[in-house]
């Protein structure tokens, strides 16, 4: 069982690896669904309940890998030498051998300009692909370009890592409703490249809504949380699950850099936690490409959530001036 360095302390219940690829003997928190004719068949209720659904082949059913793929290679271009790029450009699982973490990290800042209108559309798609869930779906701004090279070949201290825990480097155990998402939130974890035990994503299903003590951020350690789960994906699949379970970056241990982008919807009106550190909006797609489409937010922000996030801007301005 792999465990993060500085990781939360391990509980007395045995871990397992699943595999989203259906390894004899995962645990019924783990499933595999295939997209089909009707679109993607998965109860956004039952990831909610603390399921792990990795949707297999899911970027490529809804037509996005090909465009995410293109666009990497175009930010590969922009950064790096040519002979360089020509080694990343079709695997970016290559890029530590070829590019210094300056130009990865550029490379992943260009990616997030490059991807930010376009993964609009693909989280939407995703949306419209899912089957019918009772609830209205908002949809956030988020994205997320996570490129993490190995370990080994990320120097400590690297001036140009700082706000990119989670994005290039680990990030340590954490619930994402602590700082800001809604505990109605589901992560949207796209793979684009190989996503292997080693440099994927750990997960504590033993803690999943268990009250535990934070620093606004990060787990504080020490806690029991029980043994940590690792996924495995293949590039296109999409992994669903509940923000609200405590996960954490796996370190990087293979030789292959690991490349995800993730994106965030809502089940349902948001309901945010009270003590969180911050806070962000879900849109109403339904307003998008009408003349409402300013107040998409409008939902989010008519929620506790959403007025005590008023008041603390309000609060900062006249502190501020
Ligand atoms: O990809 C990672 O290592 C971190 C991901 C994460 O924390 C998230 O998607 O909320
Ligand atoms: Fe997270």
């Known amino acids: 069982m792999t465990r993060p360095a500085d990781g939360p302390a391990a509980g007395s219940v045995d871990g397992w690896a699943g595999s989203a690829a259906g390894s004899v003997g995962a645990p019924a928190a783990l499933h595999s669904v295939e997209p089909g004719p009707y679109g993607i068949p998965v109860s956004l209720r039952h990831v909610l309940d603390g399921a792990l659904v990795a949707v297999k082949g899911g970027l490529r059913h809804i037509g996005a890998l090909e465009t995410i793929r293109r666009e990497a290679a175009r930010a590969v271009a922009a950064a790096l030498p040519a002979a360089e790029a020509a080694q990343v450009s079709g695997a970016l699982e290559n890029a530590h051998r070829h ?4 130009q990865i990290a550029a490379v992943r800042t260009d990616l997030e300009t490059r991807l930010r209108p376009f993964s609009r559309t693909v989280l939407h798609d995703v949306a419209r692909a899912l089957e019918p869930q009772g609830a209205r779906l908002y949809l ?29 480097t680990p990030r340590d155990a954490h619930v994402d409703s602590w700082f800001n998402t809604a505990v109605n939130s589901v992560n949207l974890w796209m793979a684009v490249g ?30 029991e949380v029980g043994a940590p789960v690792d996924v495995e994906l293949d ?20 030789d292959e850099t690991r490349f995800v982008i993730t994106k965030r919807l809502c089940v349902g009106v948001p309901r945010y936690p009270s003590g969180a550190t ?33 008041l603390r801007t309000a609060r900062h301005r006249r502190s501020g001036s």
Not at 99 to 102: E, L, S, W
Not at 142 to 167: Q, W
């Open 278 to 310: 911050g806070w962000v909006p879900y849109e109403d797609p339904r307003l998008w490409g009408t003349r409402w489409e300013r107040w998409a937010t409008w939902r989010s922000r008519l929620t506790p959530g959403g007025v005590r996030e008023t």
């Open 140 to 168: 956030s701004g988020h994205l997320g370009i996570r490129i993490m090279p190995p370990e080994r070949s990320v120097g400590a201290g690297e001036e140009e890592l700082a706000g990119l825990e989670g994005f290039l």
């Open 99 to 102: 590019a210094d973490t300056g």
């Open 194 to 223: 190989p996503v292997r035990s080693g440099n994927g994503l750990l997960f504590y299903p033993d803690a999943y809504r268990r009250p535990l003590r934070h620093d606004g951020h990060t787990l504080v350690p020490g806690q």
């Open 235 to 254: 590039p296109g699949d999409i992994l669903l699950f509940a923000g609200d379970h405590l996960h954490a970056s796996q370190p990087n241990s293979t």
